[in-house]
C-alpha cells in the first residue's frame, strides 16, 4: 500500500469507525486512482478523491409504524447524498435488517462512479431501512412506507434525488412509497424509479441489472472471440436481478446450474430453464416463499441450507464457465474465489455491488480472469433508471425493443471506457482500474468546474 493510499485510509477509518463496507469501497477506488492522481496533481491539489468520500448530506429518521397486531415498530431509516456534481442524487433503497449507515455509505459512494460510467447525468446516493419486509403483510409493508416516505418526501425531487429499488424494495414497494409521496406532495412527477408500466415506469427496467450484467460478459468474452453458448453459469440470489441474469443466460444459449436465497443454495445440473425460472419468479415474487421449495418440486436438484459459520460459500463450488454473484456483498471471499478458478471460471460478472472481498478481487486480478466489477457490470440497473427519468421529464414511453437497445448500448459503452481507461493507465483488461478511473474522471473534472462545494 502506498504512502498515499495508507494515509487517507488512517484518515477514513478514523472518521468512519465501525464501517468495514465503507473502508473496503473507499480502499479499492484509491488503490485504482493513485494512477491518475499521479498524472493529474490538480486532483489533488483541490482534494477531489477525499471530498468524494465525504457525503454531501446524511439523513437519519424514525419510521414508526404499527403492525397487524396493533403493536407500535421503530424501525431507522436513512439516506444519502453522496454527491451531486454531474445531475440529481440517484441510487436505490435497501429494506434489510443488516442495514446500516456503513452499508449505505459504501453503496452511495460506489454509485456516485457507476453511474458516471452509465454517461447519463446523474449523481450518486443511497438509502434504506433496517426493515425486514420477509414475512411481513401487504398491509405492513405499506404502513411501514407510507411512514417511512412521510419523512423522506422533504429531502427528494425529482431534479433533487431520485430514489429506485434495491434489495427488499421492488415494485410492490416503489408502489406504496409514490403513493405516499404524491399524496403529501401533491404533484405527479418521476420521483422514484422502478414505477409500474401504467404510472410513469419504464419497459424493462426490472429486467436492466441482470439483462446489463449478462451483456457485460457478453462484452468481456467478445475481447476473447467467445460468447456465452454453451457455457455452464453459476447464479447465486434468486431476487430481482439473480432472475433477470438466468432469464437472460438462457436466451444467449448459456446453462444456469445455480440459484440462491439467505436459507440456501440449489445445484441442479441439469439446468436452470423458462419453466423452472418461471417457477422461481412465482415462488419469489408472488408467494414469497423459500429456494428450499425449488428442490422439493425438482428431484434432480440438490439444496444445501447456509451455514453461518462455514469459511466457504458452497454454491461457488462447481464445475464452470462463469459466475454472476447477484445476491449480496462479500459473499465471495477468498476461499471461494479458489473455488471459482480451480473449478475452470473464467467469467465473474458482477450483478450485485461488492461482492467479492478484496482478497478476492485480488486473486481474479492476479489470474487475469474476465473479471466485471459491480459498478461496470451491474450499471444498467441504474441506466435504465436514468432512461425513466428521461421518459417522465418528456411524458413519452419507449418502446421494449427502444429501452433494450439503448441499455446494450450503453453496457458496449461502459465496457470500452472501462478497456481504454485501463489501456491508458498501464493495466490493460483491469475493469477495476478502467471502471474506477472512468467513473472518477467525469466527476471530478465536473467538481473542480464547480468550486470548493
Ligand atoms: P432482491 O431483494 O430482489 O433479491 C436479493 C436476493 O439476494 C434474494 O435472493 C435474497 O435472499 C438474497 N440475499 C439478500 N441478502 C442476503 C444475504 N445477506 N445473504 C444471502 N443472501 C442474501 O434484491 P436485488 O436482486 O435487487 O439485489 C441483489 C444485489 O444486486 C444487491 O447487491 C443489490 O445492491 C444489487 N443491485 C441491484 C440493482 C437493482 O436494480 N435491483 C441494481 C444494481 C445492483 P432472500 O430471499 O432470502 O432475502
Not at 457507476?114 to 438509502?127: A, H, I, V, W, Y
Amino acid at each position: 500500500m502506498s504512502e498515499f493510499v495508507e494515509s487517507l485510509m488512517n484518515e477514513v477509518k478514523a472518521k468512519n469507525p465501525s464501517e468495514p463496507e465503507f473502508h473496503q469501497a473507499v480502499f479499492e477506488v484509491a488503490e485504482s486512482l493513485e494512477l491518475v492522481l499521479e498524472r493529474h496533481p490538480e486532483y489533488r491539489s483541490a482534494k477531489v478523491l477525499e471530498r468524494i468520500i465525504e457525503p454531501e448530506r446524511v439523513m437519519m429518521f424514525r419510521v414508526p409504524w404499527m403492525d397487524d397486531q396493533g403493536d407500535v415498530q421503530i424501525n431507522r431509516g436513512f439516506r444519502i447524498e453522496m454527491n451531486s456534481a454531474i445531475g440529481p442524487y440517484k441510487g436505490g433503497l435497501r429494506f434489510h435488517p443488516s442495514v446500516n449507515l456503513g452499508i449505505l455509505k459504501f453503496l452511495a459512494f460506489e454509485q456516485v462512479f457507476k453511474n458516471s460510467l452509465t454517461t447519463l447525468p446523474m449523481g450518486g446516493g443511497k438509502g434504506g431501512s433496517d426493515f425486514d419486509p420477509k414475512g411481513k403483510s401487504d398491509n405492513e409493508v405499506m404502513r411501514f412506507c407510507q411512514s417511512f416516505m412521510s419523512e423522506l418526501f422533504r429531502h427528494i425531487g425529482p431534479n433533487t434525488d431520485v430514489p429506485a429499488g434495491d434489495i427488499g424494495v421492488g415494485g410492490r414497494e416503489i408502489g406504496f412509497l409514490f403513493g405516499q409521496y404524491k399524496r403529501l406532495r401533491n404533484e405527479f412527477t418521476g420521483v422514484l424509479t422502478g414505477k409500474g408500466l401504467n404510472w410513469g415506469g419504464s419497459l424493462i427496467r426490472p429486467e436492466a441489472t441482470g439483462f446489463g450484467s449478462v451483456y457485460f460478459a457478453a462484452e468481456m468474452l467478445a475481447t476473447r472471440n467467445e460468447t456465452l453458448e454453451g457455457k455452464t453459469c453459476l447464479v447465486s440470489g434468486s431476487g430481482n436481478v439473480a432472475q433477470f441474469t438466468t432469464q437472460k443466460i438462457l436466451e444467449l444459449g448459456g446453462k444456469v446450474v445455480t440459484v440462491s436465497d439467505s436459507s440456501g443454495s440449489i445445484y441442479d445440473e441439469e439446468g436452470i430453464d423458462n419453466e423452472k425460472l418461471k417457477f422461481i419468479m412465482d415462488l419469489k415474487n408472488v408467494r414469497r416463499g423459500r429456494m428450499k421449495e425449488y428442490a422439493e418440486k425438482y428431484s434432480g436438484a440438490v439444496y444445501t441450507p447456509s451455514d453461518p459459520n462455514a469459511d466457504h460459500n458452497p454454491l461457488w463450488d462447481h464445475k464452470a464457465d462463469a459466475a454472476f454473484p447477484s445476491a449480496t456483498q462479500n459473499e465471495i471471499n477468498e476461499k471461494d474465489a479458489t473455488n471459482l478458478l480451480k473449478n475452470g471460471v473464467y467469467v465473474v460478472s458482477e450483478g450485485a455491488n461488492m461482492p467479492t472481498t478484496i482478497e478476492g478481487v485480488n486473486l481474479f486480478l492476479d489470474k487475469k480472469i474476465l473479471y466485471g466489477p459491480g459498478k461496470a457490470a451491474n450499471a444498467g440497473g441504474v441506466a435504465v433508471s436514468g432512461l425513466e427519468m428521461a421518459q417522465n421529464s418528456m411524458r413519452y414511453s419507449w418502446t421494449r425493443e427502444e429501452v433494450d437497445n439503448r441499455l446494450r448500448i450503453i453496457m458496449k459503452e461502459i465496457h470500452k471506457t472501462c478497456i481504454e481507461t485501463s489501456a491508458k493507465y498501464g493495466t490493460e483488461g483491469n475493469y477495476v482500474n478502467g471502471a474506477n478511473i472512468g467513473g472518477f474522471v467525469k466527476v471530478a473534472n465536473a467538481m473542480l468546474d464547480q468550486g470548493i462545494v
